[in-house]
């Protein structure tokens, strides 16, 4: 009897990311809104477990201080350009 081998998406935290469930076989990894890519594992049993980290977007002057009234937010976010006359 073998055994089918399995691939599953998880956080780097070993949760499977919602909305990925394992997959039968050998898969490659996903694109997934929201998280990058970190690594693959091959687990003893012949799984495949890729892992992720989510993402966050943060908004920071050019001098690396946080902006107020733009918090940290999940996700990939479009940057903000703010143009001013000199």
């Not at 998406?9 to 990925?20: A, S």
């Not at 943060?58 to 690396?64: N, P, Y």
């Amino acid at each position: 009897m073998s055994t089918k081998v399995k691939t599953s998406h998880k956080d780097k935290e070993g949760n499977e990311i919602p909305g990925y469930p394992s997959e039968d076989g050998q898969q490659p990894k996903k694109d997934i809104p929201g998280y990058r890519f970190v690594e693959t594992k091959k687990l003893p049993n012949g799984d495949t477990e890729h892992v992720y980290e989510k993402v966050k977007t943060s908004h920071k002057d050019k001098e690396g201080n946080e902006i107020p009234g733009h918090p940290t937010e999940d996700g990939e976010q479009p940057k903000i350009f703010q143009v001013t006359a000199s």
